[in-house]
């Protein structure tokens, strides 16, 4: 029997890299999953591939930035698979710049993706998540079983990072916003945590070339190297099992933690 057998999982930013490979995990545990993007062409890829492996899929590309769409994809989800369980806040991306240079365009942008359609998405879920509980509670005076919340933060959340003041302060918020959501759905048996990935090889990570708006320079990402006691770049699935820990039965009493996932990058 897979770890989360008979979970629905809603999983933000799912058509790539960490998003996918948790998707793509979390159906093999068993999990119905909920794969959002805003790119519809990966977040087809994903739902095919999960439903190649035998496992339940469906397909959301709203644009939790607008909390409209993120009421649209929870009452999909809960239509479709009958309940939600999980929400795996996922979506991110990446505008580098120095500070001096930043302008509120770019400030905001990085904002949204990282920090509001991780608030858009957990508030949008409440219905299914603390009512589902509170329900129980009232007929059985406790909830029947754990629910999961979890963010997809960052080291540089924890330990700042040069050229990334809009990125940090995003990914730091969702450290302080784990901390508070664990305290306030803790009585609905909600465990709400965070991963902080370090340095993950996906394409926020690769090979910036000459006028690309995402990726880093190839020197950082030797340096980086330096900074990681494995010695290594990460992969999608180091964080995929890592939010599925967090989200199976065997972190039911762990609540508030935030998990570097970096390979004991220096200071994380
Ligand atoms: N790669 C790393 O080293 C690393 C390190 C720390 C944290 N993270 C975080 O991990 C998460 C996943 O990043 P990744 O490295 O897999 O990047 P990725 O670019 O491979 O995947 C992110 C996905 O999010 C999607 N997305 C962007 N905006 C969206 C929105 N508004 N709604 C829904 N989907 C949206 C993108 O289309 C993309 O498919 C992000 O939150 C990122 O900040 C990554």
């Known amino acids: 029997m897979g770890r989360l057998e008979g979970k629905v999982a809603v999983i933000t930013g799912s058509g790539r890299g960490i998003g996918r490979a948790t998707a793509e995990l ?21 739902a095919q591939a999960i439903k190649d492996a035998g496992g339940e899929v469906m397909v959301s590309t ?15 989800a809960a239509n479709q698979f009958g309940k939600v369980d999980i929400v795996i806040n996922n979506a991110g991306i990446t505008r580098d710049k120095t500070f001096h240079n930043m302008d509120d ?6 904002l949204d993706v990282n920090l509001k359609t991780a608030f858009h998405t957990t508030r949008a879920a409440m219905p299914y998540l603390r009512e589902a509980a509170k329900s129980e509670m009232k007929a059985d005076g406790k909830p029947a079983y754990h629910r999961k919340v979890a963010f997809t933060s960052s080291t540089a959340g924890i330990l700042g990072n040069a050229g990334q003041a809009n990125y940090t302060a995003a990914k730091g918020a969702l450290i302080s916003l784990t901390k508070t959501l664990a305290r306030e759905l803790g009585p609905f048996h ?10 993950i090889e996906t394409r926020l990570t690769a090979a910036k070339q000459e006028g690309q708006d995402i990726g880093v320079p190839e020197a950082s990402r030797q340096m980086a190297l330096l900074l990681i006691a494995l010695g290594y770049h990460g992969k999608p699935e180091d964080v ?29």
């Open 190 to 199: 909600i465990n709400v945590n965070a991963v902080a990935p370090g340095f």
């Open 105 to 110: 365009d770019v400030w905001d942008f990085v």
């Open 240 to 268: 995929a099992k890592a939010h599925l820990f967090l989200a199976s039965e065997d972190a039911d009493y762990i609540s508030g933690v935030i998990l570097p996932v970096s390979g004991a990058m220096l200071g994380a």
């Open 26 to 46: 979390f159906a093999r545990e068993g999990a119905a999953v909920v794969v959002n993007d805003l790119d519809p062409e990966p977040a087809e890829e994903a």
């Open 62 to 76: 709203d644009n939790t930035v607008n909390f409209e769409e993120a009421e649209r994809m929870l009452s999909a």
